[in-house]
């Protein structure tokens, strides 16, 4: 059986329509599974099937962040927030444990200028996405199966680059947008304050801003990084990584699966 979605240009833009956006995603939720169980689909899926269903979740990040951002370039340019989603081809995952949720309570959903963050390293939404994307919906236990708390972390990583989200600083639209989070989740049974929801990010690092950049200047930050935008190398305590090869190159994908081969014949049926 042949199934077909069509996105038309109305579905995009500057105001995404995001029950769109989530049907698409959900394909992609159906077609891989998740880190525990991989559909019978996916372990059976040839080289090239895998690399589909991969970027159909990719794909519809960056159509989400484009628009995102073409938004905000009409509406408010000086709050475009780029970010470097850092991820690694075979990761390895691990379980995080109590020590590390800690950190969920100490920094929350703040996002600081050239601030590390742990990156969410498995499939499905997390609640304060359910809240800001649905519209604050009842969590019925259909809504419910869409949601995980996060589960592993590995050394997959981001990098916050715009301007600086703290509560309780200058931003009164960003503390309201917490409280009102906290409230929607008493009033669906749900503790603000319970470490295992995962709520918020893992604060890992911060960059040296002026060490690196020579400036604090997120404008002049924005610039010096647009025209750097693959990471050639990664190095970490004496051992160093290097990637060979940037996006724009013709045989990108084929050098993409040939690196992701290995786990993909992992992931296969036996």
């Given at each position: 059986?042949?199934?077909?979605?069509?996105?038309?240009?109305?579905?995009?833009?500057?105001?995404?329509?995001?029950?769109?956006?989530?049907?698409?995603?959900?394909h992609?939720?159906?077609?891989?599974?998740?880190?525990?169980?991989?559909?019978?689909?996916?372990?059976?899926?040839?080289?090239?099937?895998?690399?589909a269903?991969r970027?159909?979740?990719?794909?519809?990040?960056e159509?989400?962040n484009?628009?995102?951002?073409?938004?905000?370039?009409v509406?408010?340019?000086?709050?475009?927030?780029?970010?470097?989603?850092?991820?690694?081809?075979?990761?390895?995952?691990?379980?995080?444990?109590d020590?590390?949720?800690?950190?969920?309570?100490?920094?929350?959903y703040?996002?600081?200028?050239?601030?590390?963050?742990?990156?969410w390293?498995q499939?499905?939404?997390?609640?304060?996405?359910?809240?800001?994307?649905?519209?604050?919906?009842?969590l019925?236990?259909?809504?419910?199966?869409?949601?995980?708390?996060?589960?592993?972390?590995?050394?997959?990583?981001?990098?916050?680059?715009?301007?600086?989200?703290e509560?309780?600083?200058?931003?009164?639209?960003?503390?309201?947008?917490?409280?009102?989070?906290?409230?929607?989740?008493?009033?669906?049974k749900?503790?603000?304050?319970?470490?295992?929801l995962?709520?918020g990010?893992?604060?890992?690092?911060?960059v040296?801003?002026?060490?690196?950049?020579?400036?604090?200047?997120?404008?002049?930050?924005?610039?010096?990084?647009?025209?750097?935008?693959?990471?050639?190398?990664?190095?970490?305590?004496?051992?160093?990584?290097?990637?060979?090869?940037?996006?724009?190159?013709?045989?990108?994908?084929?050098?993409?699966?040939?690196?992701?081969?290995?786990?993909?014949?992992?992931?296969?049926?036996?």
């Amino acid at each position: 059986m042949i199934y077909k979605e069509h996105l038309l240009p109305k579905n995009l833009g500057l105001s995404i329509k995001q029950g769109v956006m989530n049907r698409l995603h959900n394909h992609f939720e159906v077609l891989q599974g998740t880190v525990e169980h991989l559909s019978l689909y996916y372990q059976l899926a040839d080289y090239e099937t895998k690399y589909a269903i991969r970027q159909l979740n990719n794909l519809c990040h960056e159509i989400e962040n484009l628009c995102l951002s073409q938004r905000q370039q009409v509406m408010a340019p000086e709050w475009i927030r780029p970010t470097q989603i850092t991820t690694f081809l075979q990761s390895q995952r691990y379980c995080l444990i109590d020590e590390h949720r800690k950190g969920f309570t100490t920094n929350g959903y703040d996002r600081v200028l050239g601030g590390v963050y742990m990156h969410w390293t498995q499939i499905g939404k997390t609640l304060f996405e359910v809240f800001r994307d649905e519209g604050a919906p009842e969590l019925t236990d259909t809504v419910c199966k869409a949601i995980t708390e996060l589960k592993y972390y590995s050394g997959e990583f981001d990098i916050e680059w715009g301007k600086n989200t703290e509560y309780g600083g200058n931003i009164p639209q960003f503390d309201q947008r917490i409280d009102d989070f906290k409230k929607w989740l008493v009033e669906n049974k749900k503790d603000p304050d319970d470490v295992n929801l995962s709520l918020g990010y893992l604060h890992l690092g911060q960059v040296n801003l002026a060490q690196s950049f020579g400036t604090n200047s997120e404008v002049v930050i924005h610039q010096q990084l647009s025209n750097h935008l693959d990471i050639y190398q990664i190095e970490v305590d004496g051992v160093a990584c290097t990637y060979n090869y940037c996006w724009t190159d013709t045989d990108y994908k084929q050098k993409q699966i040939d690196m992701m081969k290995p786990g993909y014949d992992y992931s296969s049926w036996r």
